[in-house]
């Protein structure tokens, strides 16, 4: 459930973004969107999402 929920969450990040901008997805602004996001997935199951941090953005070959 939680990997679903992360994977839909990113999915829905990279669509908003183009792909020249897509690194800029690391950072605090998109890792509290997310936070935001798994928090009202994960809570009514008893999980709590404290933070999100996003390390590393790697694009398909065909992409980059």
Do not use: F, W, Y
Request: hydrophobic share 45%.
């Amino acid at each position: 459930m939680l990997e679903a929920a992360i994977t839909e969450r990113i999915r829905t990040m990279v669509r908003q973004v183009s792909s020249r901008k897509i690194q800029c997805i690391r950072g605090d602004e998109h890792a509290q969107a997310m936070v935001q996001h798994l928090r009202s997935v994960m809570e009514p199951k008893a999980i709590k999402i404290k933070n999100v941090i996003i390390t590393h953005v790697k694009l398909p070959d065909d992409v980059a």
